[in-house]
């Protein structure tokens, strides 16, 4: 006789919180950056609240977009409402991998649109002056000042990221065509590049590196309050309070980390900085990515309607006829 078949069962239309635990859990370890996984984890963690705080929901492209029109709701930018989306996208792509969830279902909630983002943001960079007001004001003196001073020097003339400094080791440091480069950086979605690095900064690490002692590992290490390099590394926080200490002294507000990557690429476009070399700099794949940190077109100094005529103590405008032109 014959034994009977298992019934095959079907995919789920309602995720339980253990189904969706384990595609979040599925989406992290398919992400090979450290600061990717600590974004998809927020997003997907802040989805599953909301998802689980409905009554029985099955998890659908109605359900993503009534997700959607509630993040619209609560102000959020289009950038971080797009984030968003795309980690629910990557849920149900696992979900439907793993047998958890329809593959109607999935293909459906991938078909669900971004919020459209209009305009371009105008972002945050410093002007020459402000950079070297900048660094001017760290004081040199002391063993934290040389590496404070260090660290604005990479951040401000190699335009790196902040994990790509916190992660730098003195041997990358290397001579390359007579020329001191940080070589085969592995930077971000594990892209590696070559950044060259300015004889003034090469001098500031130089001066961190005599007076703290270090020679192999780790460059930037915190210091204990006793005055002493400490451990193998340093956290973000310690890197965003320096920029934030040095922004202060300098009279500069609301400045981070990636203003100074930003400004970089900016400064070397000013001074004549061929475009392709500045991708290269910064690592970009895109061009588009590039021209976007080097800011809008829009001429801010000497603005269009600065200008125009009705000032106080403007001349008046002889005015030409369209006609008579």
């Known amino acids: ?65 009534r997700y ?32 958890l969830l329809s593959p109607e279902l999935a293909a459906g909630i991938r078909r669900v649109k971004g919020v459209r983002r209009i305009g371009v943001r105008v972002g945050n960079w410093l002007t ?40 730098l080791r003195v041997e990358s440091i290397q001579l390359r065509e007579e ?17 060259p690095v300015p004889a003034w900064v090469k001098n500031a690490i130089d001066e961190w590196k005599e007076a703290s002692g270090i020679t192999e590992g780790t460059l930037f290490r915190a210091i204990h309050r006793t005055g002493r ?11 965003w309070e320096t920029v934030r200490e040095a922004a202060s ?21 000013l001074a004549g900085g061929e475009l392709d070399q500045i991708q290269f700099l910064l690592g970009h794949v895109s061009i588009q990515t590039t021209e976007r940190y080097l800011g809008c077109k829009q001429k801010l100094r000497c603005a269009v309607n600065d200008r125009i005529g009705i000032e106080p103590d403007a001349h008046p405008i002889a005015v030409v006829d369209a006609g008579q032109r």
């Open 128 to 167: 020459a002056e402000e950079g070297k007001r900048l660094l001017a004001g760290v004081e040199r003196g002391s063993l934290r000042g040389k590496r404070n001073y260090a660290m604005l020097a990479m951040l401000t003339g190699c335009g790196l990221r902040r994990g790509e400094l916190l992660a």
């Open 249 to 269: 002294r300098a009279g500069i507000a609301k400045l981070a980390p990636h203003d100074l990557r930003r400004t970089c690429a900016r400064l070397c476009r």
């Open 1 to 65: 006789m014959s034994k009977p078949r298992k019934k095959k069962r079907s995919p789920k239309r309602v995720l339980a919180l253990p189904d969706l635990e384990q595609s979040q859990a599925s989406v992290l370890n398919s992400l090979s950056s450290e600061s990717g996984r600590r974004t998809y984890d927020h997003a997907i963690t802040e989805f599953v609240d909301w998802y689980c705080s409905e009554p029985r929901l099955a998890f659908n492209r109605t359900v993503v977009l």
């Open 179 to 195: 020329h001191w480069v940080i070589a085969d950086l592995l930077g971000k979605a594990r892209h590696i590049r070559t950044v």
């Open 68 to 99: 959607s029109i509630y993040l619209e709701q609560k102000q959020y930018a289009p950038t971080t409402i797009n984030l968003r989306l795309a980690a629910v996208r990557r849920v149900a792509f696992e979900a439907a991998d793993s047998g």
């Open 229 to 239: 390099v400490w451990g193998t590394g340093m956290t973000p926080k310690v890197l």
